[in-house]
């Protein structure tokens, strides 16, 4: 299988792009690196999802210009709507490619919090980004499309929680997507020290009804000894992208990562999110929920890796696949040899809305440890006619029966969300889906 | 005053016919039971009034105040005034009992003249507690882990906060101890009155110790065959279902046979 990879940049475009940013030169190296083994690395394979023919790409121009706000009132109506302005005063905002308003309490300042736009962090914080920068997390060299993401990465942000220090409110992050042209090489990294806290949100959102651009998203959560990090997104990137994302977090002893993750993309996407639970006592888990539609094609791959001892990974995704959607949700718990006393634990169930919508569920445990635990439960189905007959037979007509069973089966992962703000937006975006 | 009539109404379930020409008028103001052995038609009976997807009505007529309700969907059934309290209602994850129920009250009201959540939660407490349900129910998952007994109260609940004009109560003593009866039966007597006429398909004569129905019909075979007042179902009680078998010269009463 061959993939040609025929960028309109050359070597010296990206040279040009990472000393305009005043890039130390470890990152222009890093970019140089990925971008020389391009052609090399093969594509990724995620299983049961052919993407020969997807475009990842090709795409219209690297970067676009677009306004800054100065401050919270001026955003787009669409923006205004998940942003609580009164009282989110930790919020970072990136419009297309552009970094656009930042707020930080003077409070977590103090404390030593960083967060920033992701090229202000390599300028500013070079040490403390190199050593995190696609090191534990996700590899340059990965693969074509991580070694593309590290040689054009053009957004993205950096936070970074101190030892000891519990952030009490949700830090939130928007990636505003307004211009169709704009591609969204976006990452995002997340160090939480040793004994730290914090919650994290983070929302896609395209405001555009077709985008002709890539999405090539990488998210690293580093959760140090005993920390604990909540992690959440809703994203709704437009039709028209190709999307692949990858959200990837690795844990240290005692460490708590939970993800939220809603996924409610109107785009092609293939989406991989690992959790590598490596200190002992460390604990992973995975909430999903997925609405598919129109011609949709998906792939959702969820993997927990168990490596330290007493290890406790689940995953929980529920999909509703509408229209002539398609999605595959693969689920992998994996326990590695030494990893004695863990628990992997999985369900995903899809819910297909019509004769042509198509979801499959693969649960997947690889066990190479003898005194664990594990479990998983998977089922794919239609609408039930007996449950719409019932509701109808109240006088809830068809349409809204279709509703109500709709968020009934994805309401026990929202319910589950550790966010509220979250939980409300997801709500939300379902609503406008399932219309 | 409303009234519902069902005219040699023949039914069928996966090509087979199991109601063979029903005559039925029932006013509002009227109790009417409908007995009969298993297997006899009286669930299809139920089931077809309100449009289950999986029964298919091959000819005859049913009409609601002369609309006629088999040109109507399921949901506007229920609009016009009818209501199954069902012998297997579904369970529906994630949907709430109260949520559920709100949006049952709302789909007959106007856009703009929803019941407001605060007249909503009075009314729904207080048929709780007529119906002697745990108030927690109201927050569960619809029917989802329902005990027998507390799915037909729920069944019963529903009819309360709906005040529909005709209700089917399909089997709803089946599973119910005595004390569940004589509540859910109290939800009945309690709808009783001018607006309300209700079919109830019983084939023990035991719920008809608390619910008194004004005429008793026998179903076998898909058809009504005998028709009376209260005193039938208390011979029925008395002595089975064996002379009517043989004042009508039915060998076998369920669907399928011929006299």
Known sequence: MTVETKLALTEQDIRSFSEGKQEPSW??????????????????????????????????????????????????????????????????????????FLSLSEDLKAKGVILTDIYTAIREHSDLVQQYFMTDGVKVTEHKLTALHAALLNGGVFLYVPKNVVVEEPIQVIYLHDDKAASLFNHTLLVADENSSVTYVENYLSTVEHAEGLANIVTEVIAKDNSKVTFGTVDVLAEGFTTYVNRRGVTSRDAVLEW????????????????????????????????????QKQNFTTKVIHWGKHTEGQILKHGVMKEEASSIFNGIGKIEYGATKSNAEQTSRVLMLSEKARGDANPILLIDEDDVTAGHAASVGRVDPLQLYYLMSRGISQHEA?????????????????????????????????? | MSTLVIKDLHVEIDGKEILKGVNLTINTNEIHAVMGPNGTGKSTLASAIMGHPKYEVTSGSIELDG?????????????????????????????????????????????????????????????????????????????????????????????????????????????????????????????????????????????????????????????????????????????????????????????????
């Open chain 1, 27 to 100: 990152m222009t190296e890093l970019r140089l690196k990925a971008f020389g083994e391009l052609e090399t690395l093969p594509m990724p394979t995620p299983d049961k999802t052919k993407i020969t023919n997807w475009n990842f790409t090709e795409f219209p121009v690297h970067t676009v210009d677009s306004s800054k706000f100065t401050s919270l009132n001026e955003l787009p109506d669409e923006v205004k709507a998940v942003v609580n302005a009164d009282e989110q005063k930790n919020i970072y905002i990136q419009h297309n490619n552009t970094p656009a």
């Open chain 1, 260 to 295: 939220a993750l809603g996924m409610m993309n109107d785009s092609d996407t293939i989406s991989e999110n690992t959790t590598h639970l490596v200190g002992d006592n460390s604990e992973g888990h995975v909430k999903m929920v997925v609405v598919g539609r129109g011609k």
């Open chain 1, 402 to 435: 279709e509703r109500l069973v709709i968020h009934g089966f994805l309401a026990p992962v929202v319910n589950e969300l550790p966010i509220e703000g979250v939980k409300k937006q997801l709500t939300e975006v379902i609503e406008r889906k399932v219309r």
């Open chain 2, 67 to 259: 609309e006629d309700v088999l040109a109507m969907e399921v949901d506007e059934r229920a609009q016009a005034g009818l209501f199954l309290a069902m012998q297997y209602p579904s369970e529906i994850t994630g949907v709430t009992n109260a949520d559920f129920l709100r949006s049952a009250i709302n789909s007959r009201r106007e856009e703009g003249d929803e019941i407001s959540l605060m007249k909503f939660i009075r009314e729904l407490d207080s048929k709780m507690e007529f119906l002697e349900m745990d108030l927690d129910m109201a927050q569960r998952y619809l029917n989802e882990g329902f005990s027998g007994g507390e799915k037909k109260r729920n069944e019963i609940l529903q009819l309360m906060m709906l005040q529909p004009k005709f209700a089917i109560l399909d089997e709803i003593d089946s599973g119910l101890d005595i004390d569940a009866l004589k509540v859910v039966s109290k939800g009945i007597n309690e709808m009783r009155g001018e607006g309300f006429g209700s079919l109830v398909i019983t084939h023990y004569q035991r719920l008809l110790n608390y619910i008194t129905p004004d005429h008793v019909h026998v179903m076998m075979q898909g058809r009504v065959v005998k028709s009376g007042g209260p005193e039938l179902a208390q011979r029925l009680e008395a002595e089975g279902y064996e002379w009517v078998k043989e004042e009508l010269g039915i060998e076998d009463e369920t669907v399928g046979q011929e006299a």
